[in-house]
């Protein structure tokens, strides 16, 4: 798929993790529309310092975002294995605190958006920001208690009210999805390697399924992957297996 030429490489990187026959389950113009919007975003920096201050308000001591990384080591640069999964553990912490921001959140986590500074994380975010709708932040909210929680009805309701679970679909096709979600997401585990070719894979598997079920995403699933596209890449370059699953009981609880 060609995207339009007003699209920046920002973008343009996150979006060829999209498998080409994947494009034909996207709504097409809610999602030209975001794209375009961030665009903008990203040239003039519009929201950023307005986000940053609720954002940094919101995750307390986990991070500090700043305007620069002047003076910081990047992560991959990072020598200890226990300060590598500290910073890990923040950042992870970090992803999943801004679901529970009203106003928006940062989608760039690659890693040159990182700095370490002594025992801080720093953070530079950028014009990459998006405000979901707010079905669909509540339904992603939802979906990762009901994984801590162990409740396969609270899964599947989040699922139904993210529009991912539809009626239509056979027992067997939702199983599938099901499944299909819980390794994409991998939240049930408590030693989480994460590496982006693995997440590909699984990015893959998925847009398969909703290719051959006719599926018309919203561009709010789009940006959710690329939110998670740069979470895997920031953290593959720490390197470290992180307890996904209790980072996020001790957020979302």
Request: charged share 25%.
């Amino acid at each position: 798929m060609k995207l339009p030429g007003f699209i920046p490489a920002e973008l343009r990187e996150l979006a060829s993790f999209v498998p080409a026959s994947g494009w034909d389950a996207v709504e097409w113009r809610p999602l030209l529309s975001a794209m375009r919007a961030m665009s903008l975003q990203l040239m003039t920096g519009r929201g950023v310092q307005r986000l940053s201050r609720v954002t940094a308000e919101a995750v307390g001591g986990d991070i500090t975002l700043v305007r620069d990384l002047n003076g910081g080591m990047a992560l991959a640069e990072v020598a200890t294995v226990r300060r590598r999964k500290q910073l890990g553990n923040a950042l992870l912490a970090f992803y999943f605190r801004q679901w529970l921001v009203d106003d928006g959140l940062f989608l760039d986590l690659r890693p040159s958006r990182f700095a370490a500074d002594g025992s801080a994380l720093l953070y530079q975010p950028n014009g990459l920001w998006m405000q979901l709708r707010p079905a669909f932040r509540d339904g992603m909210l939802a979906l990762y208690r009901s994984f801590y929680n162990a409740d396969d009805a609270a899964f599947e309701a989040a699922l139904r009210q993210m529009g991912m679970l539809r009626p239509e679909l056979d027992e067997a096709a939702a199983e599938e999805l099901k499944g299909l979600l819980k390794r994409h997401f991998g939240m049930d585990q408590r030693a989480q390697h994460f590496r982006i070719e693995t997440f590909r894979a699984s990015f893959d598997d998925l847009f398969r399924f909703f290719v051959a079920h006719d599926y018309r995403l919203h561009s709010d699933f789009v940006f959710v992957g690329f939110y998670l596209i740069t979470l895997y890449l920031a953290l593959e370059a720490l390197g470290e297996p992180l307890d996904t699953r209790a980072i996020c009981s001790r957020v979302l609880s």
